[in-house]
């Protein structure tokens, strides 16, 4: 449902205003606002010839025109409108499809393998007759896998999405001045300098449309001969669909090709969980050259004896155990029953041989502040309340084991024996602090379970009195990471103040005071070594930590996050933490972050054919050697990022494998091993590879490689102007490689992602974030997945005020919530008398106009004064009517599209937090950025 949901509400976005499409408008083209007013920065400097070329911007919400009807007299082509038609690239080289396997001749054979008189081992270079060819798909089609958009845009149904409702120019205002203090309207009909990029043949666009509304799309490699599937898109997913045939060719084509990988994911679209495979005697199948592991795309010869790894090539015996005939054609003849042949994605029992020491039970560890502020704000007793509930679903079963730990000026252990009451015991010595009992602190929760619950319910009165306010959060992390060393396992831990006692002591940097760009880079450094050389240690002993940051001032989050980055946790952040308000949200995260699905002792490691190789690594891990991410727990919410580079100038395979191989312990206790593999074509010209890039994964990786490069750099500006060289770099190539032929539809979308990148919460210049806010949303982008960064750089936008009036949006029908339009992000589209909703993963913002019906605002909200809901942080009440009630389905939808709990904001127009709303409105100029058109403009100027 949550992948539905994204892919049927998106509406199409117009293509960029292309020059030469007709005479300009009556009159020309109006003026650009003037410098300084509202949000609009001064207009950049006219193009090289001093007048702009004819034709004008697309106005917002025009219906498309029937596919190949004519054009209408003079004008810029409109949203919607489809573009000129020119050839699309050449057709993709490689193999030509193959029909799937016969159905099996008879029965499975199991008399054991056939004389040695069968055929000779292949050499590396030819494969001999009558082995089984490894499975292949048609390129053609994996250029062409594009889901349709649907029609009623419903949550978990499917249909076609109706074109957006006429609007005229200026109508998104209702034709009025905006109120003095309020946003101005954002972009102007302009007209298009000559030369400016224009999109490719539009046939596989719906409605010839190039559109944005891929978001959690089923995007990603076409399905193979026969049942062999490749890799889950839910799991892994490239940027580039193909692999280029050349060294040389993959540093013309101007973009990064790379793999995004969500090893733990289980959460696709209609995706079945992950088949488990258990080779009993003969043990785990794969290459014992490259320890590559058996998949759906290897081949099988010498009567079934033996198999050929399809990324060294060399020979493998089969194992007597897993031996079976093959037929006529040289399958096998169970290749129907093995789901390691038929699946790209499965998992596999591994044996002793994989496993270090015998697999450990879960330990969790809960090290509670339980400070003044804590105590006060309601922090504790929302933990407590919490961990209440996730004790009856912790993963581990029986074998989980537990640890509650307390700290403020000292560290507070609590012994717990089986059917005794706890033992509270206090050690003071924070400069080098101990464990002051052998045991009783690390307790099995099944067996101890009456104590557990009767410490809970102590602890909220043993410090309701406390007027303790400094902490000693450095000592009380050791202490804590001590008791589970041994075994391993997660630490989660709750944080509301600068540490100022003991080691990890911090002290205060931020005056609060406007920060510049080099003070802010300043203080994204980590003030002290001690939380990352702690965080390396942890991963030596397989502990991982996930931090619950609720601060009412500065905490210097940018030096606590190490924790949270080295060791593949999760940092969590609620400013300002009011337990009243946003009590509900930290319960939610903090039972997810303990009851979701999650592996022990993980390593993960990128195999690809040979002359292919793992390059670099982004996000936020700990890099074990060079190519084998250490990560201490991993859990189905964490993507990495993987750029491929060639090895050799000129590759000899025609398709290319990727696999990503993930080996984990489970809760229960079990070693798995977990693979996705991927069968990519080689392509022998630009043309294929620009024909198959996936734009939502391409834009996600350019992103992390963004924040990393800001990371490295200690400046945001570095990371900006990455996005910004990375989308002009890649048009510039297409345009030298292609001749100058149109941008395709792959690539259409890039240029819109790129700016939402420049203007996302985590990159984009501004004050209005604070440091620890920042230090949060790198860290939030550096492990997101594709669809969480598509938010961030693409928010979606709604009206609201029309729920409810003639339609059915918010109903909830089929098994799924109806949706509106998608509206463009821009501010032209918010009327003074209406009510929006938008989402960027990070928060839900709810924007009511001057004038508002405060029928409508009383009816959604409780009351009719809206001024009273500027700035506030809600939570959105259901008011008992059938319009409130549709209002809060479709904001609980959004807040469903990502696994962590998100606020939800109010900005009044011309309120004093509007302006946080509008940097949500990507397509607008804003003070420190370009608009959509303007950088349109600046980019077709840079590819000249």
């Not at 949000?39 to 919400?61: C, D, I, R, V, W």
């Not at 992390?477 to 990890?504: H, V």
């Not at 009044?908 to 509008?918: D, I, L, N, P």
Request: charged share 15%; hydrophobic share 40%; aromatic share 6%.
């Amino acid at each position: 449902a949550k992948h539905s949901l994204l892919q049927n509400s998106m509406s199409r976005y117009p293509p960029p205003p292309t020059a030469g499409q007709g005479p300009p408008p009556p009159g020309g083209a109006l003026r650009p606002p003037a410098p300084g007013t509202g949000f609009n920065a001064p207009p950049l400097s006219a193009p090289p010839g001093g007048a702009s070329a004819p034709g004008g911007p697309p106005k917002p919400g025009m219906a498309p025109p029937p596919l190949g009807g004519p054009a209408p007299a003079g004008g810029p082509p409109r949203p919607g409108m489809a573009p000129p038609p020119m050839s699309g690239p050449p057709p993709m080289s490689g193999p030509p499809p193959m029909s799937g396997p016969p159905p099996m001749a008879g029965p499975r054979g199991t008399a054991g393998p056939p004389p040695s008189s069968a055929m000779a081992p292949p050499t590396s270079g030819a494969a001999p007759a009558m082995q089984q060819q490894p499975a292949r798909f048609n390129p053609q089609a994996m250029a062409q896998r594009r889901p349709q958009p649907a029609s009623t845009p419903v949550m978990g149904g499917a249909a076609t999405m109706a074109p957006p409702a006429t609007q005229q120019p200026g109508a998104g205002r209702g034709g009025m001045a905006p109120p003095p203090g309020g946003m101005q309207p954002g972009v102007q009909q302009m007209q298009m300098p000559a030369g400016s990029l224009t999109f490719g043949n539009p046939a596989s666009a719906p409605n010839g449309v190039p559109s944005i509304d891929t978001a959690m799309r089923t995007g990603g490699p076409a399905a193979v001969h026969g049942e062999a599937v490749q890799g889950r898109v839910s799991n892994v997913r490239m940027t580039v669909n193909a692999i280029p045939t050349s060294l040389d060719l993959q540093k013309r084509f101007g973009m990064p090709i790379g793999v995004i990988a969500r090893p733990m994911s289980n959460c696709g679209k209609d995706e079945e969980e992950v088949p488990l495979v258990d080779f009993g005697g003969a043990g785990v199948i794969r290459c014992r050259a490259c320890r590559t592991y058996i998949n759906p795309f290897v081949s099988f010869f010498d009567a079934g004896r033996r198999w050929k790894c399809n990324v060294c090539g060399r020979p493998n015996d089969v194992p007597p155990e897993y031996f079976c005939q093959l037929d006529a054609r040289g399958y096998r003849r169970d290749a129907h029953e093995r789901k390691e042949l038929t699946q790209g994605t499965v998992e596999f029992v591994a044996p002793a041989d994989y496993m270090v020491r015998a697999p450990q039970p879960a330990a969790y560890a809960f090290l509670l502040d339980v400070s003044q502020r804590a105590v006060q704000s309601g922090l504790l007793a929302n933990c407590i309340a919490a961990i209440k509930a996730t004790l009856d679903d912790v993963r581990g079963d029986e074998r989980a084991l537990v640890s509650i730990v307390a700290y403020d000026s000292s560290v507070h252990f609590f012994a717990m024996r089986p059917g005794s009451s706890f033992r509270h015991v206090v050690m003071s010595d924070v400069q080098d602090p101990f464990l002051p009992l052998p045991s009783d602190l690390l307790v099995n929760l099944s067996e101890c379970r009456s104590t557990v619950d009767e410490l809970l319910d102590a602890l909220p009165g043993m410090f309701e009195q406390t007027i303790i306010q400094d902490t000693a959060f450095g000592p009380a992390l050791r202490c804590t990471t001590e008791l589970i060393m041994n075994i391993g396992g997660k630490i989660i831990a709750t944080y509301t103040s600068l540490p100022g006692l003991g080691i990890g002591a911090l002290k205060q940097r931020d005056d609060g005071r406007t920060t510049s760009a080099e003070k802010e880079a300043k203080l994204l450094v980590a003030a002290s070594e001690f939380y990352k050389e702690h965080a390396l240690d942890c991963i030596k002993w397989h502990v991982s930590i996930d931090l619950f940051v609720a601060p009412h001032a500065y905490a210097d989050v940018a030096t606590v996050a190490n924790l949270c980055r080295f060791t593949n946790g999760h940092l969590h952040y609620f400013p300002s933490f009011d337990g009243g308000r946003d009590g509900g949200r930290l319960q939610q995260d903090f039972m997810r972050s303990v009851t979701r699905q999650s592996g022990f002792e993980a390593v993960m490691r990128v195999r690809c054919t040979k002359g292919v190789k793992a390059h670099a690594y982004f996000g936020n891990h700990f890099l074990r050697g060079s190519d084998l991410l250490a990560l201490p727990t991993a859990d189905c919410d964490k993507a990495f990022a993987v750029e491929l580079q060639l090895e050799d100038q000129q590759l000899s395979a025609t398709s290319v494998i990727v696999q990503v191989a993930f080996l984990y312990t489970t809760a229960g206790g079990e070693r798995r091993i977990r693979v996705h593999t991927l069968n990519l074509p080689v392509a022998a010209g630009p043309g294929e590879l620009y024909g198959a890039v996936d734009s939502e994964a391409m834009a996600a990786f350019m992103a992390k490689q963004a924040v990393d490069k800001s990371l490295s750099d200690l400046k945001l500006q570095s990371g900006r102007a990455f996005m910004q060289e990375s989308v002009v770099n890649g048009t510039k190539c297409h345009r030298q490689l292609m001749n100058m032929v149109a941008l395709p539809e792959t690539m259409s979308t890039l240029p819109l992602y790129a700016l939402g990148a420049i203007k996302s919460p985590f990159l984009r210049d501004g004050s209005d974030l604070t440091i620890d806010e920042r230090a949060f949303l790198l860290h939030r982008a550096g492990n997101c997945s594709i669809a969480e960064m598509q938010l961030m750089l693409s928010p979606i936008l709604y009206p609201l005020h029309s729920v409810g009036q003639g339609n059915n949006w918010g109903a909830i029908e089929n098994g799924g919530v109806t949706l509106p339009d998608r509206l463009r992000l821009s501010l032209e589209v918010l009327t003074p008398d209406g009510i929006f909703v938008a989402f960027n993963s990070i928060a839900v913002w709810i924007w009511i106009g001057k004038s508002a019906d405060p029928e409508t605002v009383n009816e959604f909200f409780g009351t009719p004064h809206s001024e009273q809901l500027d700035g506030a942080l809600i939570q959105m009440p259901n008011m008992g009517n059938d319009r409130s009630t549709r209002a809060c389905t479709l904001v609980s939808a959004l807040q469903n599209l990502v696994p962590f709990s998100t606020p939800v904001l109010v900005a009044r127009q011309g309120g004093a937090v509007e302006t946080k709303f509008a940097s949500l409105l990507v397509e607008d100029r804003t003070l420190a950025a370009m608009s959509y058109f303007d950088f349109w403009q600046a980019l077709g100027r840079q590819v000249q």
